[in-house]
């Protein structure tokens, strides 16, 4: 199985400041790797897969980069609907699928 | 637009059956797609349990050591999943999903592009 470990574990980030979350795989998965938003009381949505394409709708300040066994989400100036939790998922090859623990970004 | 709705009880006795199924709309089951169910216990992350294909083969996550079950009905046009024999280590809340089956360069992606709400299922007596 491959084991994801997000850091930090909480990001304390003021609005319109820059917020960069790391995730890294125990073994390479290539650039399958997704990474989510999740908002409390609601299912995870998609932001970013293949590390780095945007899925439909996300907004361009949310940026996805890196392959193999690091990678970064970056939001480059934070709004006040991005603080949530975040959570990495790697879907190579075969299951299990596996994700992170998750990164809380809250306010500063 | 694809939408995925979970159902089933709400409380399940330790050591019982938990049985929910996922109806789907805005796409068919029998698509090109997987189907999956993740859970989220309370307070913690996500946990792949496992996926199935309209042909009815199935995957499923190892840690629950063949508790589960996921089945496909393509008449109804949805997926159904039991966990038997459990426990309060259970108890969370159980969303089903599609993966995507996307291209960059050529090549397969496929993340989990749409979820259900979610529904919460506790085990206790």
């Known amino acids: 199985e491959k084991v994801m470990t997000q850091s930090p574990a909480t990001l304390s980030v003021s609005p319109g400041d820059r917020a960069t979350l790391s995730c890294r795989a125990s073994q390479s998965v290539s650039s399958n790797l997704a990474w989510y938003q999740q908002k409390p009381g609601q299912a995870p949505r998609l932001l970013i897969y293949g590390a780095s394409t945007r899925a439909t709708g996300i907004p361009a300040r949310f940026s996805g980069s890196g392959s193999g066994t690091e990678f970064t989400l970056t939001i480059s100036s934070l709004q006040s609907e991005d603080y949530a939790i975040y959570y990495c998922q790697q879907y190579n090859n075969r299951p299990p699928w596996t994700f992170g623990q998750g990164t809380k970004v809250e306010m500063k | 637009q694809v939408q995925l709705q979970e159902s089933g009880p709400g409380l399940v006795q330790p050591s019982g059956t938990l049985s929910l199924t996922c109806a789907v709309s805005?796409?068919?089951?029998?698509?090109?797609?997987?189907w999956s169910w993740i859970r989220q216990p309370p307070g913690k992350g996500l946990e792949w349990i496992g996926e199935?294909?309209?042909?009815?083969?199935?995957y499923d996550n190892p840690s629950l050591k063949s508790r589960v079950t996921v089945s496909v009905d393509k008449s109804k046009n949805q997926i159904s999943l039991k966990l038997k024999s459990v426990t309060a280590a259970d108890t969370a809340v159980y969303y089903c999903a599609r993966k995507a089956l996307l291209t960059i360069g050529g090549v397969f992606q496929t993340p989990f592009d749409y979820w259900g709400q979610g529904i919460q299922v506790t085990v206790s007596s």
């Open positions: 805005g796409d068919s089951i029998s698509s090109s797609n997987w």
């Open positions: 199935i294909f309209h042909s009815g083969t199935t």
